[in-house]
């Protein structure tokens, strides 16, 4: 049975991504909602070099909402000794979220903290729970996949270990959902095979990818696995069998509640 990785974030790299936190709250002049790992060390299968992949939700003073100019929606800084900052307003992030974009859904359930949750966190992971479209989903999910898939997919020669994982990931999410459309697919790895329902000699070969990227930095390469490019390319055709969510009333409604909410408390 596959094992998750324990993924300890080093505690000055903590205290170091939590002043670049505050000093970004600080500069821009917004309030931080949450912060958490996106990336391969949240999907479980991180490099010895692997960035560390600070995703926020910030929101800003009332007083910029109601601006004539509109305000950026997007807080980004530069990669700095592999620390990688980069925020959503919760107004875009709300917006996507009723498009069924998968991003926000993963950062909710990220198993890598780095700053306390605000209440509204639960109340966004409760609504996309809700009223999440696993149609949706499923779609996002197998535009990713082949984004990277279609880059080796039919080649030959070995190919560097990330990439199988940036289209595997992305088709087991798409399979999870075929096999249970009621439930937003894990974000980790080994949860995700999990509920993807996988034999054993994808099981172990998976878990044999996981263990030689743990070991080798992002550019190490593996030798090509035929069973694993059948899976990816067979789950990222499937999408369209992954049913719609007929029941999404109230949707929009609640996500503009909660967005007024906020914006109205600051």
Known sequence: MSKEISIAIAPEVRADIAVRLAR????????????VESGSRA??????????????????PRREYLAL????????????????LNGWDIRKALGLMLKHN?????????????????????????LASRHFNPRGYALHYASLGRSSADRWLGSDGEIAVKRYFYALRPALSVRALRLDPSRRPPMSMVPLMQAA???????????????????????????????IERLVADELSRAGEVPERTDNTNFAEEAEALFLELVEKE
């Open 69 to 84: 100019r509109p305000v950026r929606d997007v807080v980004e800084r530069p990669i700095v000794d592999e620390i990688d």
């Open 102 to 126: 998968a991003v926000l859904s993963e950062w909710i359930e990220s198993p890598i903290r780095y700053i306390a949750d605000d209440p509204v966190v639960d109340r966004l992971a409760d």
């Open 43 to 60: 999907w479980g299968f991180p490099s010895p070099d692997s960035d560390y992949d600070v995703r926020f939700l910030y929101i800003r």
């Open 197 to 227: 329902d996988l034999d054993r000699v994808l099981v172990d070969q998976v878990d044999e990818l996981i263990a030689r990227k743990a070991k080798t930095n992002e550019a190490g390469n593996t030798i090509r696995l035929p069973d």
């Open 24 to 35: 970004v709250a600080s500069e821009d002049g917004v309030r931080l909602l949450m912060a």
